[in-house]
């Protein structure tokens, strides 16, 4: 059963989930914490930095990940299979026809359409990340995130190589909070 309950909750997040991974996040979150309970705030916030971290696509990722923490390894299959079959199979029937309506003047409304909706979904993303509640009713964001996240934001701006930053807040992080 719930094999079942992931494969339908990843297939709507495949169908529903425009404009990549991270505007699929808060459509993740809300079938993952909201509406299933399968993890806590503070858990999906953790899959979500590991789902960056790692190589390949923040929706395959988080749902690998949150398929094995819900079902074990056929979890991570189900939910993996689940939010990319939807991608594979439009853009296999879509691309026949793209090359001959992409100057349509309806496909051209339709895709202008879905780009507000889109920068929606990720500006939910980042509110949900950028305020976040425990279970407790409280953010589990201190100050010293808030500091990570300045400093690093602030040497981003000043171009300094992303993989530094990475590593150099992977360090803060240890030294602030230990292993």
């Known amino acids: 059963m719930i094999l079942l309950q992931l494969f339908v909750s ?15 996040l808060s ?18 916030s953790d899959i979500v930095a590991i789902s960056q971290m790692t190589p390949g696509p923040i929706a395959i990722n988080s749902a690998t990940y949150i398929g094995y923490e819900v079902a074990g390894v056929w979890g991570s299959v189900v939910a993996t299979v689940a939010v990319s079959l939807p991608a594979l199979t ?10 001959r309506l992409r100057n349509n003047r309806f496909m051209a409304g339709a ?5 507000p909706v889109v920068i929606g979904m990720i500006a939910a993303a980042a509110l949900l990340l ?19 996240f300045s ?14 930053l ?3 807040s992977a360090v803060a992080g240890i030294v602030i909070y230990g292993l």
């Open 10 to 24: 990843y297939l709507k997040i495949g169908f529903f989930g425009f404009g990549g991974g991270y505007a699929m």
């Open 27 to 44: 459509l993740i979150h809300s079938e993952v914490v909201v509406r299933n309970a399968w993890l806590t705030n503070g858990e999906f």
């Open 90 to 99: 439009l853009m296999m029937l879509i691309t026949r026809f793209y090359i």
């Open 111 to 115: 895709i202008a359409g879905m780009r």
């Open 130 to 148: 950028i305020f976040p509640h425990s279970d407790e009713g409280r953010s589990f964001i201190d100050a010293w995130s808030w500091v990570i």
């Open 151 to 164: 400093v690093t934001l602030l040497c981003s701006a000043l171009k300094v190589n992303p993989i530094v």
């Open 166 to 168: 990475i590593v150099l």
